[in-house]
């Protein structure tokens, strides 16, 4: 890892260039420690670190979930933020309990930074984490075992008689 007001040598590589760079990116349990794979009944965090360069940009984080190759879902800071040169910041992103099923995924990150000019310049890092989510149990419903997709959410749900309904 480069210390305070060290650049990187490969400016040209994908996590950095003339603008900024990706530092790191780490999979977080609630409580702060780094894990390399989550129980499916705890929230979850990605945790990515960047430094910028230059004065007067904005950016935005995002990472891409894939499983088996297969995009499951896309997520990005809704807002651009102002950043200052010669800076580390830290971006967070909750992955809410029991989201994901017990299968291995792959995390692909990127930082957007756009310059005052509307210079658009972005750090990339594919397969920055793999890791597994362990724990869940095979449910049991009335039609047999509940099968698994790439995301198994735990959603709310209502069922009521409704009497007064005619028949369609």
């Not at 650049?7 to 420690?33: F, M, Q, T, W």
């Amino acid at each position: 890892m480069l210390t305070a007001g060290e650049k990187p040598e490969n400016k040209g590589s994908a996590h950095a260039g003339r603008y900024g760079e990706i530092v790191d990116v780490k999979l977080l349990s609630a409580d702060g420690r780094e894990i390399g794979s989550p129980p499916k009944w705890e929230d979850v965090y990605v945790r990515i670190r960047f430094r910028t360069y230059r004065a007067k940009t904005q950016a935005r984080c995002a990472f891409d979930l894939f499983c088996k190759g297969v995009l499951v879902l896309r997520s990005s800071q809704p807002d651009l933020m102002w950043v200052g040169p010669d800076t580390i910041y830290e971006a967070l992103v909750k992955i809410p309990a029991s989201l994901l099923s017990e299968t291995n995924y792959t995390i692909n990150v990127g930082v957007t930074l756009i310059r005052a000019e509307r210079e658009e310049h972005s750090l990339v890092v594919n397969r920055a984490l793999t890791f597994m989510v362990y724990g869940a149990e095979a449910k049991e419903t009335a039609t047999g075992k509940h099968r698994m997709g790439v995301i198994d959410p735990t959603l709310e749900w209502s069922l009521e008689r409704k009497a007064d309904v005619v028949r369609a």
